[in-house]
């Protein structure tokens, strides 16, 4: 596609249900990225994939939280036993690293809210 | 990581040039400085990255100065349309470590 897709764009659900929130990132981005944007807030570095290298998960809030990218294209962020305090919206972002600009592309977000 | 640090807010009226100073005292040789506008329900989207001197586009220029420790968003005559959060960030082309946003700033333009 032209940009980033995230799907999906809105999901509502109980507490400690699971989701999964799915981010296509650019064709030929080697990097992907997740974010976390709380209400009236800056964004939280989640999760990073670059290329075949071990992502670097040093932003996950808990063990509740996991991702993957598979193929180095789709990724997915699943929360596990959702809790109130999860209730954001997910950026995923990617970017061709090494080029001269390394301009991250974002998409238009998963906007979750935990009932 | 080069951690940022700008205002939290910042308001100006419509017609006005607008200056926004990101501090980033440990930044790294290999760091670039790019700058982001985000609107409300959408995703940030970039606007401007610069090394060293200055930097200009068709929406903003960029100043940074010799030492690099900090930088400077111009937009000038700003409109209604450019409120918005404008986050500073800082980070490596090559994707070696995670790219970690500020808090960003709020800008308010007023009629």
């Known amino acids: 596609g032209a940009g980033v897709s995230q799907s999906p764009s809105n999901k509502v659900t109980e507490k400690g249900k699971d989701v999964e929130l799915r981010c296509d990132p650019i064709?030929?981005?080697?990097?992907l990225y997740w974010y976390r944007q709380s209400l009236g807030q800056g964004l939280e570095f989640l999760i990073y994939?670059?290329?075949?290298?071990?992502?670097?998960k040093s932003g996950l809030p808990s063990d509740r939280f996991s991702a993957e990218r598979t193929g180095g294209s789709v990724s997915t962020l699943t929360i596990q036993r959702t809790q109130q305090e999860d209730s954001a919206v997910y950026l995923c972002?990617?970017?061709?690293?090494?080029?001269?600009?390394?301009?991250?592309?974002f998409g238009e977000g998963s906007r979750l809210t935990v009932l | 990581l080069a951690k940022t640090t700008q205002p939290i807010s910042m308001d100006s009226y419509e017609g006005q040039e607008v200056n926004i100073t990101c501090s980033h005292n440990?930044?790294?040789?290999?760091?670039?400085i790019t700058w982001y506008q985000q609107f409300p329900s959408q995703g940030p989207r970039f606007i401007i990255q610069?090394?060293?001197t200055k930097v200009t586009n068709e929406v903003a220029s960029l100043f940074i100065p010799a030492d690099r420790k900090s930088s400077t968003l111009s937009l000038p005559r700003v409109s209604l349309s450019d409120t918005a959060v404008y986050y500073c960030?800082?980070?490596?082309?090559?994707?070696?470590?995670?790219?970690?946003f500020g808090k960003g700033t709020r800008l308010s333009v007023i009629a």
């Open positions: 972002a990617s970017r061709v690293e090494g080029r001269n600009t390394g301009e991250l592309f």
């Open positions: 064709s030929g981005h080697t990097a």
């Open positions: 994939f670059q290329g075949n290298s071990a992502p670097d």
């Open positions: 440990n930044i790294a040789t290999n760091d670039y």
């Open positions: 610069g090394y060293k």
């Open positions: 960030l800082v980070g490596s082309l090559s994707g070696n470590t995670p790219l970690v």
